[in-house]
T-cell receptor, first 115, second 114 residues
Framework: QKEVEQDPGPLSVPEGAIVSLNCTYSNSAFQYFMWYRQYSRKGPELLMYTYSSGNKEDGRFTAQVDKSSKYISLFIRDSQPSDSATYLCAMSGRAGGTSYGKLTFGQGTILTVHP | ETGVTQTPRHLVMGMTNKKSLKCEQHLGHNAMYWYKQSAKKPLELMFVYNFKEQTENNSVPSRFSPECPNSSHLFLHLHTLQPEDSALYLC?????????????FGPGTRLTVT
């Protein structure tokens, strides 16, 4: 079983749709939960970060973490063609020691928003 | 130059060649990373350096040899690679400690082993 599972898609939605991206994980030691966005021919860039459980909102983006279910989500409201990219979930263990910097990534979901 | 830069952007090498990938960060970070990104696979962490010291080697074959001469530069020396090593190699940097989740990536080197 992979530590982090993410449906690779591809996912195609019309402009203005609400997009839901999800990851599940098996390692209960994960405490930091991130979403990275990767445009074609570019490196990933951090989009959202959540520590432990809860919700976080940033503009059109909302990240949710449910540690009891080991499930994280990213919602994109009013999606735009410029949101077309690969979205990678990433997780990291407890703070301290050698856990720092060791991110475990999902496979990434390819999203296309068409006009 | 800003952010994280990587050279070359594309590299084709034979299985008997020796080549090196270079990464430079202009962000004042003290942690640097090498990742491998293959099609249909998650990003794989290869090496982690904190303050120039290697703190993680994720069971990477010895044909990949990293070097970190200072906190701004990171190299990946390649020799006698296999075709399955063809992938996008990404370098990243971050602050050390609790902020290390926020990693800044370069554009990657697309490596093809023939």
């Amino acid at each position: 079983q992979k530590e982090v599972e993410q449906d690779p898609g591809p996912l195609s939605v019309p402009e203005g749709a609400i997009v839901s991206l999800n990851c599940t994980y098996s390692n209960s030691a994960f405490q930091y939960f991130m979403w990275y966005r990767q445009y074609s021919r570019k490196g990933p860039e951090l989009l959202m970060y959540t520590y432990s459980s809860g919700n976080k909102e940033d503009g059109r983006f909302t990240a949710q973490v449910d540690k009891s279910s080991k499930y994280i989500s990213l919602f994109i409201r009013d999606s735009q063609p410029s949101d077309s990219a690969t979205y990678l979930c990433a997780m990291s263990g407890r703070a301290g020691g050698t856990s720092y910097g060791k991110l475990t990534f999902g496979q990434g979901t390819i999203l296309t928003v068409h006009p | 130059e800003t952010g994280v830069t990587q050279t070359p952007r594309h590299l084709v090498m034979g299985m008997t060649n020796k080549k090196s990938l270079k990464c430079e960060q202009h962000l004042g970070h003290n942690a640097m990373y090498w990742y491998k990104q293959s099609a249909k696979k998650p990003l794989e962490l290869m090496f982690v350096y904190n303050f120039k010291e290697q703190t993680e080697n994720n069971s990477v074959p010895s044909r990949f040899s990293p070097e970190c001469p200072n906190s701004s530069h990171l190299f990946l020396h390649l020799h006698t690679l296999q075709p399955e090593d063809s992938a996008l190699y990404l370098c990243a940097s971050s602050q050390t400690g609790a902020s290390s989740y926020e990693q800044y990536f370069g554009p990657g080197t697309r490596l093809t082993v023939t």
